[in-house]
């Protein structure tokens, strides 16, 4: 039962990881229907500037989580300017291939040695690590700080959504863009401050996963972002709940997956579950069915 809980405990802490990334994935997508594939980059961005922020500008680790947030938000908001406003209003297959684009060039471009590197770094951890048993159950103080600080985030992110005018608006454009417009709401700002939210959750996301799993490369950012992506549509697409409750379930399913069958099989059941959600419900657990004219 210990051997259980323990590693319940390690998949919701890789769940609460992903779901920071999940969560950039489903408000994009919530407000442009934009699936944006450069997201899990921007996560590896956050990585690495909490990196230097640790290793390089002494910060405590606070203000590095504040760093990676602030950077990556300026880096989602330059993508959507330059790479995505401009097809707007061209077919959705021409954003989507725009998206590809961005994250092979984001991977590649900072692997060059003018910028990140190609090699792997051990990301400096900014404390000793230390373990408490309760019950039985080992849970460090790097799973305590992951758990608190994504809770926290993920509560901000919900009464930012709810409780303030820039939230009601984000709300208003995902329903209807010319609407929300002539209500006198900017939607080009709203589109871009809902890319700067989502890059900044994943930069406290890549600070976080490089704390907890201390290595890291500019091609890091490819499965997390990709199981962050089955995380949202499992919980439902463009549903904040969803993204928070699909990425639990991703991270637990995986790591129980490791724990009690292989860990070469993790990510064949990530996708799996994928497959499995869009031939059952591919509205997502959370989702609600729609339908499209054509």
């Not at 959750?201 to 091609?219: C, D």
């Not at 991703?250 to 059941?269: H, Q």
């Amino acid at each position: 039962m210990s051997y259980f809980l323990q590693q319940l405990i390690n998949g919701l802490q890789l769940g609460f990881v992903y779901a920071l990334i999940a969560l950039g994935y489903t408000m994009v997508y919530g407000i442009v229907r934009l699936i944006n594939f450069a997201h899990g980059d921007v996560f590896m961005v956050g990585a690495y500037v909490g990196f230097y922020a640790l290793a390089s500008w002494r910060l405590p680790w606070p203000l590095a989580i504040v760093a990676a947030m602030v950077g990556c938000a300026g880096l989602g908001m330059f993508i959507e300017r330059v790479a995505y406003r401009p097809l707007r209003s061209a077919p959705r297959i021409s954003a989507l291939i725009t998206a590809m684009g961005v994250s092979l060039f984001l991977e590649y471009f900072t692997s060059l040695r003018f910028m990140f590197g190609p090699d792997y770094r051990a990301f400096p951890r900014p404390f000793a690590v230390t373990s408490f048993n309760i019950g039985g159950v080992s849970v460090s103080n790097i799973q305590i700080i992951v758990f608190a600080v994504s809770t926290f985030l993920m509560v901000a992110l919900t009464l930012f959504v709810n409780k303030t005018r820039t939230g009601m608006a984000m709300r208003a454009v995902s329903y209807d863009h010319d609407t929300a417009r002539l209500m006198g709401i900017n939607v080009d700002w709203i589109i871009s401050v809902t890319f700067g939210v989502g890059s900044a959750l994943a930069g406290a996301g890549g600070v976080l996963y490089g704390i907890a799993y201390p290595q890291i490369n500019p091609f890091m950012g490819v499965m997390p972002g990709l199981k962050a992506f089955v995380a949202a549509v499992l919980g439902g697409i463009g549903v904040i709940p969803g993204a928070m409750l699909g990425s639990l379930i991703m991270g637990v399913v995986e790591t129980f997956t490791s724990a009690y069958i292989s860990s070469t099989l993790r990510d064949a059941v990530a996708f799996g579950i994928l497959i499995l959600v869009l031939l059952v419900r591919p509205a997502g657990i959370l989702g609600k069915p729609t339908r499209e004219k054509v």
